[in-house]
């Protein structure tokens, strides 16, 4: 059913996955006003913010809130719920502007990152009227519900004979640079050297500068394939040409994340086979259906080690089994 009053959306633009949500909430809300979680920057500037060098992201973040607040303040009293997901540079006192305006408004927040990549989430959940992340450990630490990540809706099975026939690529991995990712590809793909034939990979840097500085600090970096290297995102519709033509699906987290990724969504949903570094998926799927890949040595886990963290963690009361499409997740967020 439409709302006959606005929404406020505040998120990363991480890939295409601020549009589907925007998308999503133009079917719910009469209207939906959507503004990045933190100013057009330079690579430097991002860097300044994400470290918070002599509280550069706290300058940044009351600066940014002023402008947003000034630029809905007029159609507040129309905006029934905000959605902030992540806030970098969203500061607390954004939520009292709001609420001093319409107290009525409803305001959500969501985390997709780990608390110690975004340390003003904590000030931001507690002004929320609701604040959820998909951090296990997060949710535990600071007392915030628990929502897993989504995939979106209009995902379907590849075309049978495509799905059923030997696959271009052994092994496919597609996402940004961060941690140990190269190091955890090169250790697993040269294994066996004829798999770096047999696999696609993309490593997505923001910029040039950046990819320059993780070069001369990463020697795994440094030998990576120049094909693995991109600045460009993958359109949506070739990386879904690519996955539907790979045996196993690598999603490498973070390693300061419990959270599941999108990747591991978007391949769950498809019931492609994945090989995660993250041992939290087994609790939402089959153990036998899923590989999960052992972080330094880029081994692979025996059933028996996937039993015995199963059995660990099954009793935790904030664990969930549930999968989300993007609107089912926006529902859970919203109830």
């Not at 505040?10 to 006003?33: G, M, N, W």
């Not at 402008?67 to 997901?85: A, G």
Request: charged share 20%; hydrophobic share 40%.
């Amino acid at each position: 059913m439409l709302d006959v009053k606005s929404a406020v959306l505040i998120c990363p633009a991480f890939f295409d996955y601020k549009t589907l949500i925007e998308k999503q909430l133009q079917k719910r809300f009469s209207s939906v006003f959507s503004f990045s979680d933190r100013p057009l920057c330079s690579s430097i500037a991002k860097a300044l913010i994400k470290y918070n060098v002599a509280n550069y992201n706290d300058f940044v973040s009351r600066r940014y809130s002023n402008d947003i607040f000034e630029e809905i303040k007029s159609i507040l009293k129309d905006v029934s719920t905000i959605i902030i997901i992540k806030g970098t540079c969203i500061s607390f006192s954004f939520i009292n502007m709001v609420k001093a305006v319409n107290p009525d408004v409803k305001v959500f927040v969501y985390n997709w990152d780990s608390i110690s990549n975004v340390k003003g989430f904590i000030s931001l959940a507690e002004k929320a009227d609701k604040a959820m992340s998909f951090d296990f450990s997060d949710c535990q630490d600071f007392n915030l519900q628990y929502l897993p990540l989504f995939y979106p809706d209009n995902y379907v099975q590849p075309n049978v004979t495509i799905a059923n026939c030997k696959k271009k690529y052994r092994y496919s991995f597609i996402g940004s640079y961060h941690g140990d990712r190269a190091e955890l590809l090169v250790k697993l793909l040269t294994k066996e050297g004829h798999l770096l034939n047999y696999s696609f990979v993309r490593i997505y840097f923001q910029s040039k500068i950046q990819f320059a500085v993780f070069f001369l600090k990463d020697p795994f970096l440094r030998r990576c394939p120049r094909e693995w290297i991109s600045f460009d995102i993958i359109h949506r519709d070739m990386m879904n040409d690519i996955l539907a033509d790979t045996d196993y699906i690598i999603d490498i987290h973070h390693q300061g994340q419990s959270g599941l990724t999108m990747r591991t969504w978007e391949t769950l949903s498809l019931d492609y086979n994945l090989l995660t570094t993250n041992p939290f998926v087994l609790l939402h799927q089959p153990i036998a259906s899923i590989e999960i890949l052992n972080r330094p040595d880029a081994s692979i886990w025996s059933n028996t080690d996937k039993q015995k963290f199963v059995e660990q963690v099954a009793s935790n009361s904030i664990v969930t089994t549930s999968s989300f499409s993007l609107s089912s997740w926006l529902d859970e967020l919203l109830k």
